[in-house]
């Protein structure tokens, strides 16, 4: 099953995709590494988001989609516009793709248990490309 994983970061989507067949891990070639937001935010900007976002996945043909959950308060709290962000991609119509948030905490238990099996670096992926690896990765093993 092919997962994309998605990091929200300001005004970009970060997505990296990660299939799981047989019990191996591979990740399949694509161009595309961010999905942006237009800067002014309208509710144009944002359907224009969630075609591309959309686009993107029928490319693909994923059915899965795991992003990091951003906190909605403190140190780490996410950014207005990752919440729009957030919420046009899981009210995607027209598609059936599995949208789910995962938590830190969920994360972090996660690869405690089970470990990613490569360094990230040996991925060939771009460094900020990396959080969106882990959700994808802890998108095929979180119950």
């Not at 999905?35 to 490319?59: S, V, Y």
């Amino acid at each position: 099953m092919l997962v994309c994983g998605v990091e929200l970061s300001g005004s970009d989507a970060v997505v990296c995709l990660l299939n799981l067949e047989m019990g191996q891990f591979s990740l399949p070639e694509s161009k595309v590494r961010k999905i942006t937001l237009k800067k002014n935010h309208t509710g144009e900007d944002l359907r224009q988001f969630q075609a591309a976002f959309a686009e993107f996945l029928a490319e693909h043909d994923v059915k899965k989609v795991a992003i990091k959950e951003r906190m909605p308060k403190g140190k780490f709290a996410g950014g207005a516009i990752s919440f729009k962000m957030e919420a046009a991609i899981q009210l995607m119509s027209g598609t059936d793709v599995e949208v789910r948030l995962l938590q830190p905490a969920t994360i972090k238990s996660t690869l405690s248990s089970n470990p990613l099996p490569i360094p990230f670096a040996e991925t060939g992926l771009k460094v900020f490309q990396e959080t969106a690896f882990v959700a994808a990765y802890v998108g095929h093993l979180a119950k």
